[in-house]
């Protein structure tokens, strides 16, 4: 049975720095590409990042890229998203989510593409 498991979620002040952890059991890790979603107040869900399969290349939506860093420690399971330099506006609900894939160079942006998802980490960011 797969389960995708997030945490390190909290309450920051704008300017703070928080870091989510996601642990991914039950399935083949290296086959699979790695994202981070949000979902605000009244919001849809947004893509923030995502990982390629085997520790590959990362990708950032433009509201996060340069403060954010996803990264992923393939022996342990886990996939990370180092949020840095947080606004009040980066306040949401966290999913991870897990996406079955072929390609070391590409993750999808699309939530219908992920086959697995977490239940989600609420992250706050005051002003």
């Known amino acids: 049975q797969v389960q995708v498991v997030e945490s390190g979620g909290g309450l920051v002040q704008a300017g703070g720095s928080l870091k989510l952890s996601c642990t991914a059991s039950?399935?083949?890790?290296?086959?699979?590409?790695m994202g981070w979603f949000r979902q605000g107040p009244k919001k849809g869900r947004e893509w923030v990042s995502c990982?390629?399969?085997?520790?590959?290349?990362?990708y950032y939506a433009d509201s996060v890229k340069g403060r954010f860093t996803i990264s992923e420690d393939t022996a342990k399971n886990i996939v990370y998203l180092q949020m840095n330099t947080l606004e009040p506006e980066d306040t949401a609900m966290y999913y991870c989510?897990?996406?079955?894939?072929?390609?070391?160079?590409?993750?999808?942006?699309?939530?219908?593409?992920?086959?697995?998802w977490g239940q989600g980490t609420q992250v706050t960011v005051s002003s």
């Open positions: 990982i390629a399969r085997s520790d590959g290349i990362d």
């Open positions: 989510a897990a996406q079955r894939s072929d390609e070391d160079f590409f993750c999808s942006s699309s939530p219908p593409m992920y086959d697995y």
């Open positions: 039950g399935l083949t890790f290296d086959d699979y590409a």
